[in-house]
């Protein structure tokens, strides 16, 4: 396997992981959002095989940039790791991206390296991390904020997005193009609420400090009804559907 470091200059040509259609609207959004995320030294490598086969990607960034409610400065933050095949994944691969992550931390003198996992939807679990010598830092609702240290330093924490959660009073759909996947989601969601004649407000999040303060614990998606987080991570249109019925809304 090789790792091929993905930039501003190069993002083009080898493009997206976990997205292949460069004309979807989604493709474009975090395309344009990467451009920036470069510019405060966001990082995307890619995993080939020797015939060019994407196996997987990492992404990550300074912790004062993390697009997830953290505090994380002084160490490299991973965003999202993803390797799909179970061949490749039982390979080692995992651990060699981690690995490229935890070495780009050391060369630039910083405490360490943290991530947020998850064993719920749309984020890694933890025990890949914890082969590769992580350790639990903090734990808030679903969410644990894992960090491997070089020094004794400050761990990371997490940022109560739960006291956020009262400021949004109605209904609510927060969001970033942090994941390629939002901008449809976010075109379902305005689609059922028009059916249900629903005061849909919707809010996209553009700075990693904007995030840092969502009210979701994944940071880049929040589906919120007065003051209270329904779904923390994209749903499709029937999910919003079911979750509407709940809420007794009619149609």
Same mark, same amino acid.
């Given at each position: ?39 405060? $030294? ?20 300074? $912790?004062?940039?993390?697009? *997830? ?17 179970? %061949? ?14 935890? %070495? ?21 679990? *933890? ?13 808030? $609702? ?14 990371? *924490? ?11 009073? $109605? ?81």
């Amino acid at each position: 396997m090789n790792i091929i470091e993905v930039s501003a200059g190069n993002v083009e040509e080898f493009g997206l992981y976990c997205s292949k259609n460069k004309q979807d609207e989604g493709y474009q959004k975090k395309l344009d959002w990467l451009y920036h995320r470069f510019e405060e $030294g966001l990082k995307i490598k890619l995993l080939q095989d020797e015939e060019g086969r994407n196996a997987g990607f990492i992404e990550y960034v300074p $912790g004062e940039f993390a697009w *997830r409610p953290v505090e994380a400065k002084g160490y490299l933050f991973i965003h999202c790791i993803a390797i799909m095949k179970k %061949a490749d994944r039982e390979s080692g691969n995992g651990s060699l991206l981690i690995k490229s992550c935890l %070495a780009d931390a050391k060369r630039d003198g910083l405490n360490g390296v943290a991530v947020v996992c998850s064993d719920g939807p749309w984020i890694a679990n *933890r025990k890949l991390f914890e082969k590769n010598g992580f350790e639990v830092a903090d734990r808030l $609702g679903r969410f644990e904020l894992l960090v491997k240290k070089f020094r004794n330093a400050p761990s990371p *924490r997490f940022i109560n997005w739960e006291e956020n959660q009262q400021n949004y009073q $109605g209904w609510h759909l927060v969001f970033t193009h942090q994941c390629p996947w939002h901008a449809k989601a976010v075109r379902d969601l305005k689609r059922v609420g028009d059916e249900y004649g629903l005061d849909l407000r919707i809010s996209e999040i553009t700075t990693a400090r904007e995030a840092q303060q969502s009210p979701s614990g994944f940071g880049v998606f929040a589906l919120l009804h007065d003051g209270r987080l329904l779904e923390d991570h994209y749903i499709s249109a029937t999910r919003f559907r079911n979750i509407l019925k709940k809420e007794i809304v009619p149609a």
